[in-house]
């Protein structure tokens, strides 16, 4: 990964513990997203003081990892990802479990939950 516990990192700007399920779950999905973007895991398009465009569709390149994860933060803060936000935020749940939860979220994100699944071995 292009930045150690970025995932980490990200579930404690939403205040949310990082636990193994919830870490294994955004590791799983950094892997099916499969970009390449600077200081940017899950591929948001959020732009910022500072990011450069990495595609045509709009994925940044972030400066650092305080600005990927800011940028991240504020993509998942929108409304379209409610579920996604409250199934990583859930209480004893596998990583498997949150991606059920929040399947609708994660489309509309563009990431295919098929592979999410077949990277977590579901």
Known sequence: MQFPNWHRRLLQAMGIVPTNSRL??????????????RFNPLNT???VPGSKAYNSA??????DALQGIAATLLTLRLHYYDRLRAALAADGISALEILSRS????R???TNPNT????LGG
């Open 58 to 63: 709009g994925v940044q390149h972030y400066s």
């Open 108 to 110: 509309t994100w563009g």
């Open 103 to 106: 399947t609708s979220d994660v």
């Open 45 to 47: 398009t959020e732009k």
């Open 24 to 37: 294994d779950f955004l590791a799983a999905w950094a892997q099916a997203e499969g970009g390449t973007a």
């Open 116 to 119: 999410i699944r077949r990277v």
